[in-house]
């Protein structure tokens, strides 16, 4: 069974910077994608940045410039580092990752951005 758990979420002033993390654990044969999700109060689910295998990687417009994604495929861990916090950033965050075919979400975790 597959795993992904989040964390790094919290509370932060505008202008500031977070770090979320995301681990994979279980019977784990492939990855081919992991990326980050945020869904805000009464909005959809959108898509903030993601890494494929090959190592390319893509952002939402919102977030070019101040969110870089990164992974350690050791460790089977993406990395969320969101700099210049603004509060229409503020969202649960999630996690999802394309493992043995299959596609899996974490829990989540709450970012809030104060101003």
């Known amino acids: 069974q597959v795993q992904l758990v989040e964390s790094g979420g919290g509370l932060v002033q505008a202008g500031g910077s977070l770090r979320l993390s995301c681990a994979a654990s279980?019977?784990?044969?492939?990855?081919?994608?992991m990326g980050w999700y945020r869904q805000a109060p009464g909005t959809q689910r959108e898509s903030v940045a993601r890494i494929f295998s090959g190592g390319n990687t893509d952002y939402a417009d919102s977030v070019k410039g101040r969110f870089t994604a990164s992974r350690d495929n050791a460790e089977n861990t993406v990395y969320l580092q969101m700099n210049g916090l603004k509060t229409e950033d503020t969202a649960v965050y999630y996690c999802?990752?394309?493992?043995?075919?299959?596609?899996?979400w974490g829990q989540g975790t709450q970012v809030t951005v104060s101003s």
């Open positions: 999802r990752a394309i493992i043995n075919s299959a596609s899996y």
């Open positions: 279980g019977s784990i044969s492939s990855i081919n994608y």
